[in-house]
């Protein structure tokens, strides 16, 4: 999920849009239960280590696999259905924004799940920085979400207010942790700022964070303006990474 979605604080090297979400539904040497032989690099020549680990890891992840069998674009779409069968926010004839959607996989899920394009169903809205195809009843936009043309454009696609605004965006990772923290906090309260202007009453506000401490400034943003706030990491995300996201419900408005 990108939009890190716009590069830097995003800043602008381009990443999830800003930053994107993990990697595509590559293949997988294991089942669905993660069972099953660890499948190895057998091409590891001219690739960087860094590149054959990440290789590796893909090869061997069982939500790799799921996602392809279910035709989801990344394994993330199983981090947002974890979330959503927990806080249930993705809800037939809402209308949902969703901040670094590339390569889609964000995008699937929210489509399904408030019905977009089907009689009485909601909208979802997609946007980021990275070229992306297009999600069947979705309307997907190519552009840096720090553009300031950005808000504008998505307030246009949604017609009206939001009912959920999701930010899966994180910037391009340059190894050095306070450095990625700080990137991804910028986007996440600039995803805050534009859902402070268009949800809903009511509405519901999901976005990527990094632990280190930081957040404690946009968390105390969120717990004002919405009654319930809760920290939430999906099984889908992987234990040795650092993110965790915010879920803010029942926005004040």
């Known amino acids: 999920m990108s939009q890190g979605k716009r590069g830097g604080a995003k800043g602008r090297a381009p990443g999830k849009q800003g930053g994107s979400r993990e990697g595509g539904s590559g293949g997988s040497g294991r089942g669905a239960s993660g069972r099953g032989l660890a499948v190895r690099v057998k091409t ?111 307030k246009q696609a949604l017609g009206g207010k939001a009912d959920v605004v999701l930010s899966d965006m994180a910037a391009p990772a340059t190894g050095h942790g306070a450095t990625d923290h700080i990137r991804i906090m910028a986007l996440a309260e600039t995803a805050w700022m534009f859902a402070e202007e268009v949800l809903a009453p009511g509405g519901v506000f999901v976005c990527k964070v990094f632990q280190g401490g930081t957040e404690a400034g946009l968390l105390k943003q969120i717990k004002s303006r919405c009654s319930v706030v809760r920290h939430a990491k999906p099984p889908a995300s992987r234990k040795e990474s650092a993110e965790v996201y915010v879920v803010g419900l029942e926005f004040k408005g």
């Open 44 to 154: 590891a020549r001219g690739r960087k280590i860094g590149s054959q680990i990440w290789l590796q890891r893909q090869l061997n992840d069982p939500y790799v696999m799921r996602a392809k069998a279910a035709g989801y674009r990344s394994r993330a779409a199983f981090k947002l259905i974890e979330l959503d069968d927990r806080f249930k926010f993705l809800v037939p004839g809402k209308k949902v924004v969703d901040l670094g959607a590339a390569p889609g996989g964000w995008t699937q899920i929210a489509v399904d799940r408030v019905k977009a394009g089907a009689p009485g169903g909601g909208k979802v809205i997609g946007i980021d920085v990275n070229p992306w195809l297009p999600v069947a009843d979705a309307t997907c936009l190519t552009l840096d979400f720090l553009d300031p043309a950005a808000p504008d454009a998505l």
